[in-house]
Every structure is written in C-alpha cells, then in structure tokens.
C-alpha cells in the first residue's frame, strides 16, 4: 500500500485509462492500487521475468516426469525405457490388460504408480476394493504410489500404511476438473493431505483465468514440507507446468513423445525440456 502512495506523490503524475488522464489522487486508494497491482499485470511481469530465468538456469530447477498412458505393459514399459525423462508415471488406469509387475523392473528411473478412478476423470472403471489390489502390486516395483485424498478413507490409509511398511513413497492427491478451489478450501485440502500421511502433496485444478492460476501456485510460497505438486489444468493453467518447477515444486508432469497427455493442458516432454533447459 505504501508502493502506491508512493507512486502517486512520484513521476507518474497522471494514469492513462482510454482517452481520458485521470490523476491518480482523484482515485480512493485501493481502487488505484487494484488498477496499478492486479493479479494479472503481476502475472504478465512475472512471465517475462522466467523467460530470463529459464534462459539462464537451464534444467537445474526441477524433475520432469513422463506420464505414460499406454494399453498393454510392455508399450508402456518400452516408452518409459525411452523417455528423456527424470521421472516416470505409469498410468496404470490406461491398461487394458493385467498388470505384469515384471514388465516394469530394471527401467532405470524412478516410478510412480497412479490408477485413476473415474469419479476422479481417470480410466479405471472397476470397484475400489480391484484398484487397492492393483495399487498393492504396484508396491513391487514402484518408487511412489498416487493415492487420492477422496478415495474411501479406510482403503486409502491401508494402502499408505502398506506403502510406507514397503518403503514406497505416497502422493496424495486432489484433483478438480471442473473449478480452483478458494485459497482457503486449497489449504484445508493441503492440511488433509499431509493428515493422511502424504510424502509429496498434489492438487490439481481447472483453471479459467490468470488469477486461478496464482492461486494453485501460491502454497508453494508458505508450504516447505511436504514436498508440494500443485498444477493448474486446461489451456489458461498451462504456465503452472514452468511456473511451478521455478517456484519449487516437487515434479513437473509432460507426456512422451509419441504418446498422448495424460492430463488437460499437458506439455510434452520435449515442451518442457526445450523450455526448461532448452535441451532438444
């Protein structure tokens, strides 16, 4: 508030708004502080000061993990193997087959298991007592599980406890296809989250403006542990997948090449590294 009054007692004696010079002692504080400061001119000012940034710190900032949707297990093993990636999310909802846990062994990175339900826009159409089993075999091989805060409670602290016996790491995770969540609904979900015994937390939500965007982002600001995923969906939310690896997010999420997204608004592998590293 003190920036403003300062700029409006300095050289910027008169605010252009249309064809009309309007002084801005002429305006009630925080309407001018609104006009001057809004979510969006900070977000644009923002934007071009990563583009300096990525210029110059390059890849360093995040992991990218590869989310890979494939039919059968031994396609998606073969497009993990290939992937220039630092991560890999096996969509295990995108199998049309039975899980062969030895299809995913000696891949050479880091796995994560997700299986999304339908209620959660996922692929997975069988009950939830078969998806807990299919989660369980992941624990074999996977270095995470995704496990979704609305799951039914009782299934979903079972699996996180087996997962923590096997030394697996959990994501818990909310997702909304539809909306972003008020900043105050977006830290009760984080506090619950982190309730169950998350490892890493990850929200998810459909974004239809700039400030939406912010939003999502901001926790990553006050939130130190546990390591936090936030991701904004939909083409408006598609500057949260560099925005958020340069705030600290834990993860940032693309698609392989020669595979399709995972996710609404979902960037390539390539995308990002290009933009993040400005690697080919």
Same mark, same amino acid.
């Given at each position: ?9 300095? &050289? ?47 890849? *360093?900032?995040?992991?990218?993990? &590869? ?9 998606? !093993? ?31 990175? /880091?796995?994560? &298991?997700?299986?999304?339900? &339908? ?47 096997? *030394?697996? *790491? ?8 539809? *909306? ?6 977006? %830290? ?45 969906? $939909? ?9 958020? /690896?340069?705030?600290? !997010? ?5 698609? /392989?090449? $020669?595979?399709?997204? !995972? ?9 990002? %590294? ?7």
């Amino acid at each position: 508030m003190a920036a403003c009054s300062t700029l409006s007692r300095g &050289a910027a004696s008169t605010i252009s708004a249309g064809s009309e010079n309007i002084s801005p002692r002429s305006l009630p504080i925080n309407e001018f502080a609104y006009d001057a400061f809004s979510l969006k001119t900070v977000f644009r000012v923002l934007l071009r000061t990563l583009n300096v940034l990525i210029y110059y710190l390059g890849d *360093k900032l995040t992991m990218i993990c &590869a989310s890979v949707a494939e039919s059968t297990c031994k396609k998606m !093993a073969e497009r993990a193997r290939s992937c220039a990636c630092d991560i890999v999310e096996l969509r295990l909802d995108f199998l049309s087959e039975r899980l062969n846990p030895k299809a995913f062994s000696h891949l050479g990175k /880091p796995l994560i &298991a997700t299986c999304m339900p &339908a209620w959660e826009e996922g692929r997975f159409v069988g009950g939830e007592g078969e998806r807990a089993i299919l989660l369980e075999k992941a624990l074999s091989f996977a270095d995470y599980i995704t496990v979704e805060l609305k799951m039914e409670p009782e299934t979903r602290d079972s699996l996180i406890r087996q997962a923590k016996k096997r *030394k697996v *790491k959990v994501i818990v995770a909310c997702h909304d296809f539809k *909306k972003t969540p008020s900043p105050r609904e977006i %830290r009760g979900i984080l506090a619950d989250e982190e309730s169950c015994g998350a490892d890493v937390l990850k929200i998810a939500f459909k974004a239809k403006d700039e400030d939406d965007v912010l939003h999502t982002l901001h926790p990553l600001v006050q939130w130190k542990k546990p390591p936090l995923i936030p991701i904004s969906m $939909g083409a408006k939310g598609k500057a949260s997948r560099i925005l958020g /690896p340069l705030l600290g !997010a834990y993860l940032t999420y693309g698609f /392989p090449d $020669g595979g399709q997204p !995972a996710g609404p608004g979902q960037m390539s592998v390539r995308e990002l %590294r290009n933009i993040l590293g400005g690697l080919s």
